[in-house]
């Protein structure tokens, strides 16, 4: 059978707590002038004792199955798209699934693809609905991102913050529908953006911690450049399998990692800042998370109307980029 599948509700979580950028002057070496400059992040949000990836995950979820309006017993799947989990083992996912507790053992499990992960969750939702014959699924992307950062290293620390988003996706109503994706992994760059220590490669040790080993590390400049040559490429490649032109997307929804590479993706596709998603002044780089906030905030906001096609593209560690395009 041929189906039409797409999106059916969204919705996102972030914590209360905000960390501003006077905030990090008071950490480190840095200042509200040069974070806002160079990255346009005035605040980003911080996970508060007892809260972790999977809590606010759990929250997105069940905010876009409120929008949907459905409950957990209409789900057939559940994808989290996280490089920040609460645990190696379990999944994110299947911690997930004990909150929302599905009357039925329904699956569970983890996508790592980094910032580019919920954007490959959502491929791998739709892949597998294909194949198993899923009505609906629960693709969320949750980051924990702050529970990985040194604050004492200043070129990384005022980049992230935490939050989560999600979407469930099921048969929808032509003309509405997935139109087309594009998925890549250029591993030239594979450690760019890394935390190196706490899986086999290098075990928790007193060693990794007194090199501060387990904090996430970005080769800030080498990113940017790949960033802004590669988001393109990504969306082009998602247009050329739909079989369409840049001039019919309506809405960008890009990673929101820095405010000069979101401009730089708008110039290209000329597209106005108003049907370009920026959050990242509130919100800073929640990897995985980004694209969906980003998603269901404008959602919220009315800012997607129906029959919109909007170009979801995102880039991140591995290095990994890719891109979907959706009509709602
Ligand atoms: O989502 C995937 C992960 N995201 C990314 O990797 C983000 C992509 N990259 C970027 O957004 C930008 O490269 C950054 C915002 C991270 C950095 O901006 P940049 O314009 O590439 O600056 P830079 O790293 O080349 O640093 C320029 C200068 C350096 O000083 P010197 O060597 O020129 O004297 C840094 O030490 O700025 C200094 N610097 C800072 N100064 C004040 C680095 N971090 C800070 C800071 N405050 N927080």
Same mark, same amino acid.
């Given at each position: 059978?041929?189906?039409?599948?797409?999106?059916?509700?969204?919705?996102?979580?972030?914590?209360?707590?905000?960390?501003?950028?006077?905030?990090? /002057?008071?950490?480190?070496?840095?200042?509200?002038?040069?974070?806002?400059?160079?990255?346009?992040?005035?605040?980003?949000?911080?996970?508060?004792?007892?809260?972790?990836?999977?809590?606010?995950?759990?929250?997105?979820?069940?905010?876009?199955?409120?929008?949907?309006?459905?409950?957990?017993?209409?789900?057939?799947?559940?994808?989290? @798209?996280?490089?920040?989990?609460?645990?190696?083992?379990?999944?994110?996912?299947?911690?997930?699934?004990?909150? %929302?507790?599905?009357?039925?053992?329904?699956?569970?499990?983890?996508?790592?693809?980094?910032? =580019?992960?919920?954007?490959?969750? %959502?491929?791998?939702?739709?892949?597998?609905? =294909?194949?198993?014959?899923? *009505?609906?699924?629960?693709?969320?992307?949750?980051?924990?991102?702050?529970?990985?950062?040194?604050?004492?290293?200043?070129?990384?620390?005022?980049?992230?913050?935490?939050?989560?988003?999600?979407?469930?996706?099921?048969?929808?109503?032509?003309?509405?529908?997935?139109?087309?994706?594009?998925?890549?992994?250029?591993?030239?760059?594979?450690? %760019?953006?890394?935390?190196?220590?706490?899986?086999?490669?290098?075990?928790?040790?007193?060693?990794?911690?007194? /090199?501060?080993?387990?904090?996430?590390?970005?080769?800030?400049?080498?990113?940017? *450049?790949? @960033?802004?040559?590669?988001?393109?490429?990504?969306?082009?490649?998602?247009?050329?399998?739909?079989?369409?032109?840049?001039?019919?997307?309506?809405?960008?929804?890009?990673?929101?990692?820095?405010?000069?590479?979101?401009?730089? @993706?708008? *110039?290209?596709?000329?597209?106005?800042?108003?049907?370009?998603?920026?959050?990242?002044?509130?919100?800073?780089?929640?990897?995985?998370?980004?694209?969906?906030?980003? %998603?269901?905030?404008?959602?919220?906001?009315?800012?997607? *109307?129906?029959?919109?096609?909007?170009?979801?593209? @995102?880039?991140?560690?591995?290095?990994?980029?890719?891109?979907?395009?959706?009509?709602?």
């Amino acid at each position: 059978m041929n189906r039409n599948i797409g999106i059916k509700g969204v919705g996102y979580c972030v914590p209360d707590k905000v960390l501003s950028n006077a905030d990090l /002057e008071k950490l480190v070496d840095t200042n509200d002038e040069w974070i806002v400059e160079r990255t346009g992040i005035r605040e980003r949000r911080v996970l508060s004792e007892g809260e972790n990836c999977s809590t606010i995950g759990a929250e997105a979820a069940r905010r876009a199955l409120a929008h949907a309006g459905m409950t957990i017993d209409d789900i057939d799947l559940i994808v989290c @798209a996280t490089f920040s989990p609460d645990y190696l083992c379990p999944a994110t996912a299947c911690v997930i699934h004990s909150l %929302l507790k599905p009357s039925k053992h329904i699956p569970a499990f983890d996508v790592n693809g980094a910032c =580019t992960g919920f954007i490959m969750a %959502l491929q791998v939702a739709q892949g597998m609905m =294909t194949t198993m014959g899923y *009505k609906n699924v629960l693709v969320i992307g949750a980051e924990a991102c702050t529970r990985f950062i040194d604050y004492s290293n200043r070129s990384v620390c005022i980049l992230f913050g935490d939050g989560a988003g999600a979407a469930v996706i099921g048969d929808v109503e032509a003309p509405a529908g997935f139109l087309g994706h594009s998925a890549h992994a250029d591993s030239t760059g594979v450690h %760019l953006i890394s935390i190196d220590a706490g899986g086999s490669a290098c075990p928790i040790s007193q060693k990794a911690v007194d /090199e501060r080993l387990g904090f996430i590390q970005v080769e800030g400049r080498e990113v940017y *450049k790949f @960033a802004v040559k590669v988001l393109g490429t990504a969306v082009d490649q998602a247009l050329a399998n739909a079989g369409m032109t840049p001039d019919q997307i309506d809405f960008l929804i890009p990673h929101q990692a820095n405010i000069r590479i979101i401009d730089a @993706a708008a *110039k290209r596709y000329n597209m106005p800042m108003e049907r370009v998603v920026c959050n990242v002044e509130r919100f800073g780089n929640t990897s995985a998370a980004s694209v969906p906030i980003a %998603l269901a905030e404008a959602w919220e906001q009315g800012r997607i *109307k129906p029959g919109m096609v909007l170009a979801m593209v @995102a880039f991140g560690g591995g290095l990994t980029y890719g891109s979907t395009i959706v009509r709602v």
